[in-house]
Nanobody
Framework: QVQLVESGGGLVQAGGSLRLSCAAS????????FGWFRQAPGKEREFVAV????????YYADSVKGRFSISRENAKNTVYLKMNSLKPEDTAVYYC????????????????WGQGTQVTVSS
């Protein structure tokens, strides 16, 4: 069983930056791939980024490519999402998710989820 706790959300002006953290507890952290998803009010949860278990490969949604960066620190059982050049349309609850399976960009592929952290970008 893996438990995930997100932190680092908040209110930021457009053009600003935030770094989200996802702290994981449970065994075999380094065996899991981790993804970040987000959900804006009235919209479906959407893929943002994913990092493989080794950290060697990362994938991003087109909407955040070049602005967001996902990374992991296995020694601290933590995954990060650095968000730069934030836009009002990035406003959402951001969720961390973990999978022991194949890396995918849809919610169905992830077994474990955190509770989410709110990110609000003002114009």
């Amino acid at each position: 069983q893996v438990q995930l706790v997100e932190s680092g959300g908040g209110l930021v002006q457009a053009g600003g930056s935030l770094r989200l953290s996802c702290a994981a507890s449970g065994p075999f952290f380094s065996s899991y791939a981790f993804g970040w998803f987000r959900q804006a009010p009235g919209k479906e949860r959407e893929f943002v980024a994913v990092i493989t278990w080794s950290g060697e490969s990362t994938y991003y949604a087109d909407s955040v490519k070049g602005r967001f960066s996902i990374s992991r620190e296995n020694a601290k059982n933590t995954v990060y999402l650095k968000m730069n050049s934030l836009k009002p349309e990035d406003t959402a609850v951001y969720y961390c998710a973990a999978t022991a399976g194949v890396v995918v960009n849809n919610t169905d592929g992830y077994e474990y989820w955190g509770q989410g952290t709110q990110v609000t970008v003002s114009s």
